[in-house]
Nanobody
Framework: QLQASGGGLVQAGGSLRLSCAASGRAFSRYVMGWFRQAPGKEREFVSAINWNAGSKDYADSVKGRFTISRDNAKNMVYLQMKDLKLEDTAVYYC?????????????????WGQGTQVTVSS
């Protein structure tokens, strides 16, 4: 029901745009989040957007470099990433939650995409 795409190999300082396609539910009413997980590390919050894009949030590590957006008419969520750093290397997951409260916590997200690999090289 959630399909993430757009990952790849990019040099440090480069850009990528991740996409998340939602289907099967009224995801236009859901909080949509992006999380990432690097090898040997816990899944961490990257960014989230509420249903009407009136609220957005970012992890401190990506503020000013990543931009989250959504197109409810297309059931799509995007994560524009620029000025990528080596430490951004991870599998990126999109997820959906019914409430904005605790949106930085992966435990509240009921629906998850399969993940897309982002690798930043020096």
């Amino acid at each position: 029901q959630l399909q993430a795409s757009g990952g790849g190999l990019v040099q440090a300082g480069g850009s990528l745009r991740l996409s998340c396609a939602a289907s099967g539910r009224a995801f236009s009413r859901y909080v949509m989040g992006w999380f990432r997980q690097a090898p040997g590390k816990e899944r961490e919050f990257v960014s989230a957007i509420n249903w009407n894009a009136g609220s957005k949030d970012y992890a401190d590590s990506v503020k000013g470099r990543f931009t989250i957006s959504r197109d409810n008419a297309k059931n799509m969520v995007y994560l524009q990433m620029k000025d990528l750093k080596l430490e951004d290397t991870a599998v990126y997951y999109c997820a959906a939650a019914s409430e904005w409260v605790y949106h930085t916590r992966y435990q509240i997200y009921a629906y998850w995409g399969q993940g897309t690999q982002v690798t930043v090289s020096s």
